[in-house]
């Protein structure tokens, strides 16, 4: 049964950091690509990064008001973890952030199979 | 970036009644259209994709239809347990949402 498990949330001062893990079981941890989409309070769904299992490559949408630079993820092949790193965090970062498993590999037609029930970051003074 | 519109944002509905749920992209995704069914404090789920391919384990009741622009998630009779938010997400260019359908009991 494929799983995933966020965790890591919680209340951050603006320019501060959080680090984001989401805990995956059940399938090849190297054969599909991980996606993180948040839900900002009043807000749709909105990807955030994805990182592509079987050489680790990393996308960020092209948004003016994308993270790159701030977010990145990292890999421990050994628990079947990813982990989001978020640095300089915003107001406008507060959300549930969702971590979900791809139908495959970054660069063919993916949706998202799987995913996980969310952590809340509240990015806040 | 591909717009996704949903409408409408909320569906009053009775049990056992049939419900209709639109989605238009702003320019063609071929068929690479997905639904997800999220309710309060869950993950959200993966009902329809490819348009039209239901999910394993999703109820014949919910059918997903359309192509281009114009798509179209039909749940034919309405249970208790399908009350909840549903999005449509296009993933022909990276990957766009919808801002999602509430259907709530009448």
């Known amino acids: 049964e494929v799983q995933l498990l966020e965790s890591g949330g919680g209340v951050v001062q603006p320019g501060g950091s959080l680090r984001l893990s989401c805990a995956a079981s059940g399938f090849n941890f190297r054969s599909y690509s991980i996606i993180w989409v948040r839900r900002a309070p009043g807000k749709g769904l909105e990807w955030v990064t994805g990182f592509r299992g079987s050489d680790g490559t990393t996308y960020y949408p092209d948004s003016a008001d994308s993270v790159k630079g701030r977010f990145t993820i990292s890999r421990d092949i050994s628990r079947n973890t990813l982990y989001l790193q978020m640095n300089s965090l915003r107001a406008e970062d507060t959300a549930i952030y969702y971590c979900?498993?791809?139908?495959?590999?970054?660069?063919?037609?993916?949706?998202?199979?799987?995913w996980g029930q969310g952590t809340l970051v509240t990015v806040s003074s | 970036e591909i717009v996704m519109t949903q409408s409408p944002a909320t569906l009053s509905v009775s049990p056992g009644e049939r419900a209709t749920l639109s989605c238009r992209a702003s320019?063609?995704?071929?068929?690479?259209l997905a639904w997800y069914q999220q309710k309060p404090g869950q993950a959200p789920r993966l009902l329809i994709y490819g348009a039209s391919t239901r999910a394993t384990g999703i109820p014949a009741r919910f059918s997903g239809s359309g192509s281009g622009t114009e798509f179209t998630l039909t749940i034919s009779s309405l249970q208790s347990e399908d009350f909840a938010l549903y999005y449509c997400?296009?993933?022909?260019?990276?990957?766009?949402f919808g801002q999602g359908t509430k259907v709530e009991i009448k």
């Open positions: 997400q296009q993933y022909n260019d990276w990957w766009t």
């Open positions: 320019q063609s995704v071929s068929t690479n």
């Open positions: 979900a498993k791809a139908s495959g590999e970054i660069g063919a037609s993916i949706y998202f199979d799987y």
